[in-house]
């Protein structure tokens, strides 16, 4: 069973930013957050993940509260080809590897 | 690189017939996985491969559903005999143990009809 709870649905004007929310609040000690996306029935796309520092890159910026429990992805400037939909994922570690459980993500529209 | 390779792309066919997808991970990769996504279930994970093991497959919908992985540029998912909820977009992705990121790459996915 996914670990995270995400808003079905938001919309976002172009040029603003996207604030995704992401309520995780079982997750444990070593248990990293990944963000991924995906556009139209392509296969799901990295975006960014961490553990309990924020962190940045080009292509968005990721909030970890202090308690772990909760996480924002930011889109800075959101743009029409953002339209997609974004997958909360906690990191699970299992038999030497990881799951990666996806739940049922934000479906993100960006209006013009 | 070319990333994950699946084929077919598009695969129609009726119930009781048997369905196989092939997936190539990107080269050097040592994890593969099988994913299922529909419209009611979003994305599942059926089963994962590591240097070619099978290590988990508890995802796997019923006997049905078979997957091997008999070298590292090749995985097969098979379905015999196929059933209409059987539907979906079936995705590889593959990753590469140690890296930074422990990103999964996917392959751009089968989109399975059985009328």
């Known amino acids: 069973d996914a670990k995270t709870t995400q808003p079905p649905s938001m919309d976002c004007a172009e040029g603003r930013a996207a604030n995704l929310p992401c309520n995780h609040s079982?997750?444990?000690?070593?248990?990293?957050v990944y963000w991924y996306r995906q556009i139209h029935s392509q296969g799901p796309q990295y975006i960014i993940h961490?553990?309990?520092n924020n962190e940045t890159n080009e292509m968005a910026s990721l909030i970890i509260t202090e308690d772990r429990k909760s996480s924002t992805l930011i889109l800075p400037h959101a743009t029409l080809r953002d339209t997609a939909v974004y997958y909360c994922i906690v990191r699970v570690p299992t038999s030497g590897t990881y799951k990666y459980i996806f739940g049922t993500g934000t479906r993100l529209k960006v209006l013009a | 690189d070319a990333g994950v390779i699946q084929s077919p792309r598009h695969e129609v066919t009726e119930m009781g017939q048997e369905v196989t997808l092939r997936c190539k991970p990107i080269?050097?990769?040592?994890?593969l996985f099988w994913y299922r996504q529909t419209m009611m279930r979003g994305l599942e994970l059926l089963i994962y491969f590591n240097n070619n093991v099978p290590i988990d497959d508890s995802g796997m919908p019923e006997d049905r559903f078979s997957a091997k992985m008999p070298n590292a540029s090749f995985s097969t998912l098979k379905i015999q005999p196929s059933e209409p909820r059987d539907s979906a977009v079936y995705f590889c992705a593959s990753s590469l143990w140690g890296t930074n990121t422990g990103e999964l790459f996917f392959g751009e996915g089968s989109r399975l009809t059985v009328l």
């Open positions: 961490g553990l309990k």
């Open positions: 080269s050097g990769h040592d994890y």
């Open positions: 079982t997750i444990s000690g070593n248990e990293y």
